[in-house]
């Protein structure tokens, strides 16, 4: 399949679109930059400040049209905005067939090919019922477990930087606070490559 994506955000959602884009061309998949022929499309995103979480949903619904216009059947939403708002993506755009978050990128060959993923947003959505039939405040089943996953200098990646350089992935998450941070940083959430694996 013709796999088209677009990277938003910071250098740490590159490599994670890196990393992507080196693991669907291991499986065979071919890679475009043209988004209106590409049969899968997806949107990296980020929500960090509140333009960046717009930028991706005006995103988003800009690669949706090409499912009613372009060769596209599948679109697949990953990174910052899709593991606040996974089930959020879900309900208010239906054209969105995946949700992967930033804990889930070994997952995009799954997702690509339709796949029902572990943690991810192709899953049915359950809910716990408590007795009487009323619903529990707990999270869906489509709520992943807090990200472990960081890449290493094993996993495949195609460079999207010039030649002369690439960004090495030393962290997972947001590290540097700001006042217009539209998501508070959690130092639970952070992941760190060893500094043999950097």
Not at 3 to 20: A, F, R, T, Y
Not at 58 to 68: F, G, N, P, R, Y
């Amino acid at each position: 399949m013709k796999i088209g994506l677009v990277s938003l955000g910071c250098p740490k959602n590159l490599v994670d679109s890196e990393v992507m884009l080196g693991l669907a061309q291991k499986a065979g998949h071919e890679l475009t930059n043209d988004a209106a022929g590409a049969d899968v499309l997806v949107v990296n995103t980020c929500a960090f400040i509140n333009s960046a979480k717009q930028e991706s949903i005006d995103t988003i619904l800009e690669m949706a049209q090409h499912k009613k216009d372009g060769a596209c059947r599948r679109l697949i939403v990953t990174g910052c905005l899709a593991e606040r708002y996974r089930d959020e993506l879900r309900a208010e755009i239906p054209e969105i067939d995946a949700v992967l978050g930033t804990g889930e990128v070994p997952e995009i060959v799954q997702a690509i090919g339709g796949a029902a993923m572990p943690h991810g947003a192709s899953r049915l959505m359950f809910h716990r019922v408590a007795p009487h039939g009323q619903p529990t405040a707990q999270p869906s089943a489509t709520s992943p477990q807090p990200p472990s996953y960081i890449y290493d200098a094993n996993t495949p990646r195609l460079l999207a930087t010039p030649k002369h350089y690439a960004y090495v992935k030393i962290a997972e998450g947001c590290c540097a606070a700001t006042t217009g941070a539209a998501q508070p940083i959690r130092s639970s959430a952070r992941r760190v490559r060893s500094r043999s694996a950097a």
